[in-house]
């Protein structure tokens, strides 16, 4: 589906704009920045497993 370079900018900025998140120090932003950290996981997973074998799974 993406490229594999896409995948890692998406991961890091993803993964970046967590830890501003969490620097920013307010009760919401710690939230984001959790689901961002996940978000950017999903991206990481997506980059050594192929897309279409994880959504074989749901199906």
Do not use: T
Request: hydrophobic share 65%.
């Amino acid at each position: 589906m993406f490229n594999k370079y896409i995948k890692i900018v998406l991961s890091l900025l993803f993964f970046a704009l967590s830890i501003q998140q969490f620097i920013d120090g307010a009760v919401g932003s710690i939230g984001n920045g959790i689901m961002l950290i996940l978000l950017s996981l999903v991206f990481v997973l997506f980059f050594f497993k192929n897309e279409f074998l994880i959504l074989a799974f749901f199906n």
